[in-house]
Each structure stands twice: as structure tokens, then as C-alpha cells.
């Protein structure tokens, strides 16, 4: 009996050592944002939104009003949503892994995957309809790619809104995406200028699936959706999840929000065959799975379930921070990023319907936002602005810090 008492209490210690270990957050007990947004949802200009702060294991959730207001359907923690461009930081950290394993670097040439890449050219000028091109200079490389200093295009025109099957809800393979990329012509001179684009972060995915051999959603939900326990995101939402997914709304001033169907670059239907994945956007999630996803970024690798998806020093030094030129502003791997790190820096992302989430790893603090905004003012910003500054400047005692030990074997 007493050696098999030690032999219990021997295989109790391992499994502690080596088992994720769940953080616990506690309520914080607070309704600075509801009673923020109350008045708006009230006149109807803002139909739902869902608001989380979070403070070093301390959390406010706020979901006020609707997901559909026809219906009176309450808004959710798990009601799916369009997350438009936030789906860049995914491709992020894809990438990073790839970095932190040693089968990539940030400066390998993209050609080095993708041959088409070799032979860039820049367009100079197009007048009357002529267009007059000059051979590229500098060396595409995956940082400038992941960075928005590529020179693409913000979309292919394949992808173009006004085509219908085109956007984030149609469009094109990646690899494909990538070969039509190549194919034209780009902006200016690789590494540098900045510009927004959507297909400099879905070459990046393309190099994933040459390096892994997998398709890229695929290796994500395998390396970090599933690790992280996000059942809920996916590029292919079911059609139980889209009947209760959070609606597009055009908000009016001084009126209340206008219900709208479908915008140009997210068309109807949202999960057949004409769906493509894509990097730069098109990841469906909730606001549950969403906060998963930020706080391992927030805690350096390390989900609120213990797994470790990144080493600390990977999220410090090329997601938690700038990897662009010094004067072309603050951009990491598909993350906003601040050039220079501090106690006060945030990074994370935003998406065209006005989602947004945001976290600092000094403080262990987070800030998201999640609405379907198709368009107009949000009068209630410096409300929530205000709310969130009562909440981050209240004292709730070191709570949480210790929370996550990241006990999981690499």
C-alpha cells in the first residue's frame, strides 16, 4: 500500500510539471463600460457590442444589447463574427513559429520559397491608360511581406470587392493569390515605404504552406487554434453559428443603426465552395475564442489554458515590437506594434467592422472590442475611452501574474 501511495503521489507530481495548468480570472466586479454604452444602445445607435478589460487576472465583460435587433437576439460572448483584418495577426504568429523553429528567417528572400518573387517590377506611373514599369532593385524579404513594406496592393484583382465571389469571402488560393501578386506590378521599392495590404500578408501564409507543406489554415488551426481551444474559429463558420452571428449595422448619427445585408468584400454566402481562405482577412471567430487568441500574445506564448504556443523572447523581440524601417511608423508580423518597447506599450489589431484588441505583456492588461459596424460614427468612443481608464486605473491587487506558469513540455 505504501508504495503504491508513493507511486500516486509520484505520478500526481509529473503530471503537475508537465499538464497546462488553466489561469483563473476573477470578476472584477465593475460596469464602467456598460454604464458607458448604455445610453447608446438605448437610442439605438449602437444596436450591440461586446467590451472586455482585463487587468493582471482581474476582468470586466460587458455585453450589451444585440446581436439582432429585428430578432431581440442578445449579444453574446459566443456569437460568431467577421473579424476582417485581425485574422493578420494569426498569420503573425504562424510565421514566428516557423522563425522560433529555424526553418525560416525574417530576411529570407520570398523567392527563396516562392521562385516567382525573383523578378519584381515597379510601377512608375500610369498615364492614359500607359503604364511605364522599372525593374526592382531591393530583395523582396518575409519581414517586408508581414510588414506592409512589400509594395502590393491592398487586394489582387482578383479580390476586389466589386467582383462578386471576390474579397474575403471568395477570391483565390494563396498560392495562387501569391502567383498573381507576383505577376503585377507593385507600388514602390521593397523595404521602403508602407502600405496597407492584404496580399503581402497572404504571400507570407503562402511561404507557411511551401515550409510546412500543409495549407495554411490548416497548420494554424493545428499549431494554434486547437492548442488554444478555439473551437469557434474558422474560415467556414457552420450554418448553426451563422444564424446566430452578430449583424452588420450602418450607424447613423443621432438615429438608430441601419441594418445591412452584406458589404462588398464579405458576400453572401459566407461557408461554400466559392470561400477561400485568407491571411490578410476572412476569420470568423467570437468574442470568447478572440480573447484566447490575445491573452497568449499578452502572456508571451502562453494561452489562459497553459499551452505554450511561442517562446517569450519570439513574442518580445518580433511581435510585441516593430519589425519595419526606423520612420515608417510601428508594425510587427501582421500586429500593430510600437516602435520602441515600454511599460506603456500595446500591440494587437483592428478590423474593418471595427472590432479591435489590444494587450500589453508588462502590465498583463487587454482592452477588446467587438461590434459589425458597416459604417458612420461611434459618438460612444471617448465613453469607453473614459471607462477603460477608470477600470486600468483601479487597484485590484497582484491577482493574476503568478496565474500563468506555462508548465507544458516544449
Known amino acids: 500500500m505504501k508504495n503504491r501511495a508513493r507511486f500516486i503521489i509520484l505520478l500526481a507530481a509529473v503530471l503537475l510539471a508537465v499538464l497546462p495548468v488553466q489561469a483563473k480570472t476573477k470578476n472584477s466586479k465593475t460596469n464602467y463600460a456598460k454604464e458607458a454604452l448604455q445610453p447608446y444602445v438605448d437610442s439605438g445607435q449602437l444596436p450591440g457590442a461586446i467590451c472586455v478589460f482585463y487587468k493582471d487576472g482581474v476582468q470586466e465583460t460587458c455585453c450589451i444589447g444585440y446581436a439582432d435587433v429585428a430578432k431581440k437576439r442578445r449579444i453574446k460572448m459566443n456569437n460568431v463574427f467577421m473579424q476582417c483584418s485581425q485574422t493578420k495577426g494569426f498569420c503573425g504568429v504562424t510565421i514566428a513559429k516557423l522563425v522560433e523553429e529555424g526553418k525560416i528567417s525574417l530576411d529570407d528572400p520570398v523567392s527563396k520559397y516562392l521562385p516567382e518573387f525573383a523578378e519584381l517590377w515597379i510601377m512608375e506611373s500610369d498615364k492614359d491608360g500607359v503604364r511605364t514599369l522599372r525593374k526592382a532593385n531591393n530583395v523582396l524579404t518575409i519581414r517586408m511581406v508581414l510588414n506592409h513594406t512589400g509594395g502590393f496592393p491592398f487586394e489582387i484583382s482578383a479580390k476586389q470587392g466589386n467582383i462578386k465571389g471576390g474579397g474575403w469571402t471568395g477570391g483565390a488560393p494563396l498560392r495562387q493569390t501569391a502567383a498573381i501578386a507576383a505577376a503585377s506590378p507593385i507600388y514602390f521599392e521593397p523595404g521602403t515605404k508602407e502600405s496597407y495590404s492584404n496580399t503581402g500578408i497572404d504571400i507570407g501564409a503562402a511561404v507557411v504552406e511551401v515550409v510546412t507543406g500543409m495549407k495554411w489554415e490548416d497548420y494554424l488551426k493545428q499549431e494554434v487554434l486547437d492548442p488554444l481551444g478555439m473551437k469557434d474559429t474558422w474560415f467556414w463558420p457552420t450554418d448553426r453559428q451563422l444564424k446566430n452571428k452578430i449583424e452588420l449595422y450602418n450607424y447613423q448619427e443621432n438615429a438608430p443603426a441601419v441594418w445591412v445585408e452584406e458589404m462588398a468584400m464579405q458576400q453572401r454566402p459566407y461557408n461554400d465552395s466559392h470561400v477561400f481562405a485568407s491571411a490578410g482577412a476572412g476569420l470568423w471567430t467570437t468574442a470568447a475564442d478572440q480573447l484566447k487568441f490575445y491573452k497568449m500574445l499578452m502572456n508571451l506564448g502562453v494561452g489562459e489554458n497553459g499551452v505554450r504556443i511561442l517562446k517569450e523572447d519570439t513574442v518580445k523581440s518580433i511581435l510585441a515590437v516593430s519589425t519595419r524601417p526606423e520612420g515608417l511608423g510601428g508594425y510587427s508580423l501582421g500586429l500593430v506594434a510600437p516602435v520602441v518597447d515600454s511599460e506603456d506599450a500595446w500591440f494587437g489589431h483592428g478590423g474593418a467592422w471595427s472590432t479591435n484588441c489590444v494587450v500589453n505583456w508588462h502590465k498583463k492588461e487587454l482592452r477588446l472590442w ?39 513540455s516544449e
Open 370 to 408: 467587438v461590434v459589425q459596424r458597416a459604417g458612420g460614427p461611434d459618438p460612444w468612443g471617448p465613453a469607453v475611452e473614459e471607462a477603460a481608464q477608470k477600470f486600468f486605473s483601479q487597484d485590484f491587487g497582484n491577482t493574476g501574474v503568478e496565474a500563468y506558469t506555462g508548465r507544458v
